[in-house]
């Protein structure tokens, strides 16, 4: 092509890009910049200044803070159940759901329908089943003659309960990605394997697995930084209580920044937060480059 | 003694579509036995069923005198070649070919030596280490069928194999598929809508319609004795003439009125309650030059169809308006629109009831 027509060319290519990135610039680039350059400076909700620049003071405090170590430690148990127990039972129930073909739309929407409920709603609906005088969940267990479980009060049972509430909401995620993995699997080389002499466990061994591999690789991750963000189904449900039993650690910055107004703390926190993702996100990204 | 025998088998899907209606063939050891038929027919549905893929719902099948109508795919010894090769894509050449051995435990070195007897006679040594992905077609087509004959099974069930592959390769597969099963001197049971594989491959064709079985026989039976139009029409190169003819049937011979001539045949005694038939006439056997028996046509040019070593000739006849396929060789330039003299080979023509479209004088 002649020069002056590819630069020409050029040009017009950055002109037509440039909507788009002034609007990331907008509501990304800028809203992280600001909260990474808001972490080196005593910068509250009280003082909104950068007048105090302290280095990395607010990343050494919030570190030395034992209630983050504490909040990161529930996240972290929080998130390896709620992301095994979702992708087991997604699993196993889209293998079942994936033998059926009738009224395959009917079932797919069931699962979505928790998808679409609201998360503050979802706390809300189980606040109201789990509450122990009022529940339905204890009213049902009274006539197995079971006395009144405190569901959300009792500092093991809020974390048990909170999982498990997570799990119910979230778990159709895993079902219909899963799910939409193994309708795509060919039927072909299980009708090859079966006539090679292979049982249903071989077939999910070397033919299930294989192929669902990068479908199951990127819809765990995909999950996982999803409930690393947990926090509307804290806010409703527990407020991170009793004590600081489930407190989550988006949660818990939220708290930082907007109860105790310092915002620069909750900034350097937030930023670990981010290299947190950004460190679990390689993989992901790694992995998604070599399947092309 | 036969090697498959299929009795009475039908399949009903839902919705009671019946894909095989009750069909009976056997099959020899060391035959090859081309199912062939328009997609739809249900020759893939009763390859599917032998190989246990697909349940019957009626009949039976023997495989070496033993019922195996309701055996698992696993239990039945049988290997099948699947049209899109089915190979498993996340395991090298070398594991696709071992899969079964591996399932069976078989030791190492029976293994090995299995996979090197038959890469060898595929040629697919130099690609064991591949991944599925990153072969040809052609490649794995040979290792979809080395998968197949890594195993010794007691036949081979083929669903159109070639019907990926481009012209070339897919006539170089033709005779290295004839050599192996020669070589092997194993049973093959293969699927294809491709009459030249069938003709070629073939030491019995059985030709199905409508999940019917029309005709079975030797690939010279079917082409030369068709018993009915549809064979006659489905096996054709390229195409066969079939005509109506308005029919006079006598005491001694028959009287039939083609392209608006009358031609005795008092040779025929046909039993008919009307006065209508089929008659084809294959296009290398219409000659440009009088020969013994035949019949002139005046006619003309519609379209010259040039493949390099012969010419294919649609003509019109004059007064109707038939037209008729011919074969010429290339030496002279025909134009369409040209007019042309061309003589029927009266003794090549075969005669079908127009109602049950059955051959006649049989």
């Known amino acids: ?217 990127i819809t765990v991750l995909i999950r996982l930084i999803f409930a690393i963000k947990t926090y509307d189904l804290i806010y409703i449900m527990t407020k991170g209580g009793p004590g600081d039993s489930t407190d989550l650690i988006s949660y818990y910055i939220y708290r930082s920044a907007f109860i105790s107004l310092n915002l620069g703390e909750a900034a350097a926190m937030s930023s670990i937060l981010l290299l947190i993702i950004i460190i679990i996100t390689i993989p992901l990204f790694r992995y998604m480059d070599r399947l092309d | 003694m036969k090697k498959i025998v299929v009795e009475n088998l039908s399949k009903k899907y839902q919705k009671n579509i019946e894909a095989v209606k009750k069909i009976n063939f056997a099959i020899d050891e060391q035959d090859f036995f081309v199912l062939l038929g328009p997609s739809g027919c249900g020759k893939s549905t009763t390859l599917r069923l032998i190989g246990g893929l697909e349940t019957a719902s009626n009949g039976k099948i023997y495989l070496d005198n033993k019922d195996i109508t309701n055996l698992d795919p696993k239990d039945r010894d049988l290997a099948i070649v699947f049209q899109n090769y089915a190979l498993y894509p996340h395991m090298n050449v070398k594991k696709n070919l071992s899969f079964s051995l591996r399932l069976k435990k078989f030791s190492k070195n029976y293994i090995n030596s299995k996979i090197d007897e038959v890469s060898k006679l595929l040629k697919i040594e130099d690609i064991l280490e591949r991944k599925p992905s990153e072969l040809s077609g052609g490649q794995r087509q040979r ?149 013994s028996d035949t019949l002139l046509i005046e006619s003309k040019i519609e379209v010259v169809e040039n493949l390099g070593h012969e010419n294919i000739l649609c003509v019109k006849f004059n007064s109707t308006n038939d037209s008729l396929y011919l074969r010429t060789d290339t030496t002279y330039k025909y134009k369409s629109g040209e007019n042309i003299n061309i003589y029927i080979d009266l003794k090549k023509m075969l005669y079908f009831d127009s109602k049950t479209e059955k051959i006649l004088g049989e």
């Not at chain 1, 170590?69 to 529930?74: C, Y």
């Not at chain 2, 009459?195 to 019995?204: D, F, I, L, N, Y």
């Open chain 1, 1 to 217: 092509m002649n020069k002056n027509l590819e630069l020409a060319d050029r040009g017009f290519g950055y002109i037509l890009v440039a909507p788009t990135f002034i609007i990331i610039l907008a509501v990304i680039l800028f809203p992280i910049t600001f909260a990474i350059v808001s972490s080196f400076f005593d910068y509250t909700l009280i003082n909104k200044s950068f007048n105090n620049f302290i280095g990395i003071e607010n990343y050494i405090n919030s570190l030395k803070n034992e209630r983050l170590i504490n909040s990161i430690l529930v996240t972290f148990f929080f998130v390896i159940l709620v992301v095994f127990f979702e992708f087991i039972l997604g699993f196993f129930i889209a293998l079942l759901l994936n033998s059926i073909n009738k009224f395959k739309t009917v079932y797919y929407f069931i699962l979505l329908l928790p998808l679409l409920i609201n998360p503050i709603v979802v706390g809300l609906i189980w606040r109201m089943f789990l509450h122990p005088q009022l529940g339905i969940l204890n009213f049902l267990l009274s006539l197995f003659g079971i006395g009144e479980v405190n569901w959300l009060g009792d500092p093991h049972m809020a974390f048990t309960t909170i999982i498990f509430v997570d799990i119910w909401h979230q778990v159709s995620f895993m079902i219909i990605l899963l799910l939409a993995g193994l309708s795509a699997i060919p039927k072909e080389p299980y009708e090859a394997a079966k006539t090679d002499g292979a049982n249903i466990i071989d077939c999910f061994l070397h033919i299930t697995l294989p192929y669902m591999r990068p479908v199951i690789v």
């Open chain 2, 143 to 291: 290792v979809a069928l080395g998968r197949a004959l890594v195993r010794n099974p007691k036949a081979f069930l083929l669903d159109e194999p070639l019907s990926n592959l481009d012209a070339r390769l897919r006539a170089l597969m033709r005779t290295e598929l004839i050599q192996i099963q020669k070589r092997l001197k194993a049973t093959f049971i293969y699927v294809t809508h491709d009459q030249v594989e069938a003709m070629t491959m073939a030491s019995k064709i059985c030709i199905m319609n409508k999940g019917h079985i029309l005709q079975i026989g030797s690939p010279d039976t079917i082409y030369n004795k068709p018993n009915c139009v549809f064979v006659a029409n489905f096996l054709a190169n390229p195409i066969n003439n079939i005509l109506k003819s308005d029919i006079t049937v006598k005491e001694n011979g028959i009287i039939l009125k083609i392209f608006n001539k009358r031609i005795n045949r008092n040779h025929l005694n046909f039993k008919l309650n009307h006065n209508q038939i089929f008659f084809s006439i294959r296009p290398e056997h219409i000659y440009l030059e009088e020969r």
